[in-house]
């Protein structure tokens, strides 16, 4: 992983590494570690290890997200439209709407 680190700073590139959650309780040379994991609406982003010490989480509600990205280049394909129109379906059903 370190090398992955240096490489991605020697060429100014982001290096991302994914690692299984089991994970979280190792030591690392990443600048920065984090959880991403499904809630309620969307996902909870826990920051475990930054620059400056900077910890917590934040929960991102992302039910609207497929259809804020209809329009954008590339995100506007009938696999994400469907997806978008069957999440949306799901989440008013379950709510009564």
Not at 12 to 29: D, K, N
Not at 68 to 81: E, K, Q, S, V, Y
């Amino acid at each position: 992983m370190r090398r992955l680190q240096l490489a991605a700073e020697r060429g100014r590139a982001l290096g991302v590494l994914f690692r299984p959650q089991q994970a979280a309780r190792e030591s690392s040379y990443a600048t920065l570690r984090m959880t991403i994991e499904p809630s309620a609406h969307g996902v909870r982003v826990t920051l475990l290890k930054s620059k400056g010490g900077v910890r917590g989480g934040i929960e991102l509600d992302l039910q609207d997200a497929t259809h804020a990205l209809h329009g954008w280049p590339g995100m506007d394909t009938p696999g994400l439209r469907e997806a978008g129109t069957a999440q949306r379906n799901a989440t008013h059903a379950s709510h009564g709407k």
